[in-house]
């Protein structure tokens, strides 16, 4: 992006506002270009300015931050970055897992609660998740999407349609930022009787995750829950692994939830899920890497490939964040490349159906 991140900061606390403000001009590469204390004017803002980046209260008069995260997703696609105190209390964890499911791409926590006194100390990150977000495109946005320019060396990727699984026992799947949002527009279309059992790793708070499961699960389709240790993948399942440790799977399908250090900076990490994957399934097992940051979930979908297992990576233009597709891609490990849109259809192929 040219020229400095216009940011435009939305917060009912005037105080939480002039921190935020303060903070994020600190680097030379953002530039706050207006302010707004509630969403209605926050949609206002953004038509009249068209900011690059969003920062968004969840509790505010008149419209709160999930109707206005909708709306502004929705009508201009810009990015947003929540930032709440989702940790004081469950209800604001609650409304700040919708509005991510709405489209929001990130969200930072408030250290001391509603009123951001301590928001010096995630400084840092927030600055890195509205650089994130600056390069972000929304699931569910309405805006057109630019064509791909043609400038990555990726050989074509084989339309899936083509393709003859053999057996399979287990379907891996790993999401990092924009996963909420991507999740909700193609989980719920898996049915009920999918035939695979499905391990999921997303990069989020430890505190978003049974609430995520709670979510999809409700809305119908494949049965969603948190992955416990110890218990066996049934066909018709999709297992969340938790925060607090890595998912890995073990001979009989059992999986396995054990704390260990980060890897690629992550816990839990779709690189461990994939690397125990390729290890004890080999070519029963089927890999996916949806939108992120960063490569988690490259070399484990790489070695999953290189056993005979079949591998794929969401495409650009259905990606919030094309960063651990990317990954997959340049390290030649995506047999296949999906778009969204097509993703139940990819997963009702590689179950033979």
């Known amino acids: 992006m040219a020229g400095r991140i216009r940011v435009l900061v939305v917060d009912d606390s005037l105080i939480t506002v002039q921190t935020i403000t303060r903070i ?3 680097d030379r590469q953002i530039e706050v270009v207006g302010k707004a204390m509630d969403g ?3 949609i206002a803002q953004v038509e009249r300015l068209g900011p690059d980046v969003v920062t968004m209260d969840i509790n505010m008069p008149r419209v709160d931050g999930i109707q206005a995260t909708r709306a502004i997703v929705g009508r201009f ?3 947003i970055v929540i930032v709440s105190a989702y940790a004081s209390a469950n209800n604001v964890a609650i409304q700040t897992l919708q509005a991510l499911m709405h489209g929001a791409i990130e969200t930072v926590q408030k250290p001391s609660g509603e009123i951001g006194l301590d928001l010096d100390t995630v400084g840092a990150e927030l600055v890195a ?12 946005a309405s805006r057109t999407i630019p064509p791909d320019t043609g400038q990555h060396a990726f050989s074509p990727c084989p339309s899936f349609l083509t393709m003859r699984p053999g057996r399979l026992d287990l379907v891996g799947i790993g999401v990092s930022t924009g996963g909420p949002s991507t999740l909700e527009r193609f989980v719920p279309s898996i049915p009920r009787d999918y035939p695979l ?7 989020m708070p430890g505190v978003f995750i049974p609430m995520l499961a709670e979510k999809l699960d409700a809305a119908g ?3 969603v829950s948190v992955a416990k240790d110890g218990e066996k993948a049934l066909p018709g399942h999709m297992y969340i692994s938790p925060a607090a440790g890595h998912l890995t799977v073990a001979p009989g399908l059992r999986l396995v939830h054990a704390p260990g250090a980060p890897v690629n900076g992550c816990v839990p990490s779709v690189d461990t899920l994939f690397l125990s994957m390729a290890q004890v399934l080999g070519a029963t097992a089927a890999g996916i890497v949806l939108t992120g940051m960063g490569k988690d979930g490259a070399r484990g979908l790489l070695a999953m490939r290189e056993k005979g297992g079949i591998t794929a990576a969401q495409d650009e233009e259905s990606s919030v964040i094309y960063g651990m ?3 997959a891609r340049e390290l030649g490990a995506a047999t296949y490349e999906v778009p969204l849109d097509q993703m139940v259809r990819f997963l009702a192929k590689v179950a033979g159906r």
Do not use: C, D, N, Y
């Not at 998740?129 to 569910?140: C, E, H, L, Q, Y």
């Open 24 to 26: 994020i001009q600190a």
């Open 325 to 327: 597709p990317r990954s």
């Open 197 to 203: 059992p499905i391990a999921l790793v997303i990069h």
């Open 40 to 42: 209605e004017k926050a």
């Open 129 to 140: 998740k509205i650089k994130a977000a600056s390069r972000a495109r929304p699931a569910g």
């Open 221 to 223: 389709g494949i049965r």
């Open 77 to 79: 696609g810009t990015p």
